[in-house]
């Protein structure tokens, strides 16, 4: 093949995979906006709102999802794969026992504020369809391989199963969410996970610690609802860059010179 040839094939082949690249990238966008809208506004709100706050054109949404419940389970399927990637990234850091607690609280931590795509899938019953479905195995197969090794390791009960500590973990959600104070929500999210611990733990007084080298929960961009890479040391981020941090900035500043 001559040169010029490839040149040509180059410059054909170039502006697909831009267009892939964009369409990506826009998917990703709307994904992330819908899923902090779906938080915010409740599963009422409109796909062109959704359109708006991801910054896009209504027909983007439309043609990647063309209805707000194929949108719905895109974003739930996100979510819980988010989780089963960050149950992988536990599993590798800390010792079992630590790499099971870590990981259920926080995914405690995550669940909240998203009551109304819980609820969703709770009273509709149309749910859970082919791809919620196959992201929820990846799911308790991931929770299955934490808790066989923490049990492997002398650290949780051996009674317990995988569904019992996935029930568990639903229920700790709700204690969270039914408690007025962060810390004392999580004061007793903490307790209720105890009761998993092997009585040679609990007599060794070996409880949550916050350690090095644990993983701090990863979260959410407070502004964009983007998620944020998972530290391993340091204070969590509250914010994807430095443009969501300025849009944060400028809104404070804007509401205490309105009060």
């Known amino acids: 093949m001559s040169g010029t040839d490839k040149g040509l094939r180059d ?14 990238r826009n998917r990703r966008t709307v994904l992330a906006a819908a899923s902090q809208a779906f938080d915010q506004h409740g599963l009422d709100v409109s796909l062109g709102a959704i359109a708006r706050q991801a910054g ?4 983007t949404v439309y043609r990647h999802f063309p ?67 196959a ?9 299955d391989e934490l808790l066989r090794a923490a049990q492997q390791a002398g650290g949780v009960r051996t009674d317990v199963s995988a ?14 969410a039914a408690h007025r104070d962060r810390n004392g929500g999580t004061r007793m999210v903490r307790l209720a996970l105890e009761s998993l611990r092997a009585p040679s733990f609990v007599t060794q007084g070996r409880g949550f610690r916050d350690t090095p080298g644990t993983l701090h929960a990863a979260s959410r961009c407070e502004e964009c609802g983007a998620r944020l890479e998972a530290r391993s040391t340091g204070r969590p981020a509250r ?5 969501c941090r300025q849009r944060a900035h400028r809104r404070r500043l804007g509401t205490a010179t309105l009060s």
């Open 56 to 59: 896009v054109g209504a027909g």
């Open 163 to 176: 569904d019992d500590v996935a029930a568990l973990t639903v229920g700790c959600a709700t204690i969270r």
């Open 135 to 143: 992201s929820a195995r990846r799911f308790r197969q991931a929770l």
């Open 239 to 243: 914010y994807c860059g430095a443009t």
């Open 11 to 24: 410059m054909t082949a170039a502006p697909e995979d831009t267009g892939r690249a964009d369409a990506r």
């Open 67 to 133: 209805s707000k419940e194929i949108l719905l389970e895109a974003v739930l399927v996100q979510q819980i794969d988010d989780l089963v990637e960050t149950a992988r990234q536990w599993a590798t850091r800390v010792d079992p026992a630590a790499a099971l607690f870590g990981f259920l609280l926080e995914v405690v931590e995550t669940s909240h504020g998203r009551k109304h795509a819980c609820d969703a899938l709770t009273t509709q019953t149309s749910w859970p369809r082919p791809s919620l479905a």
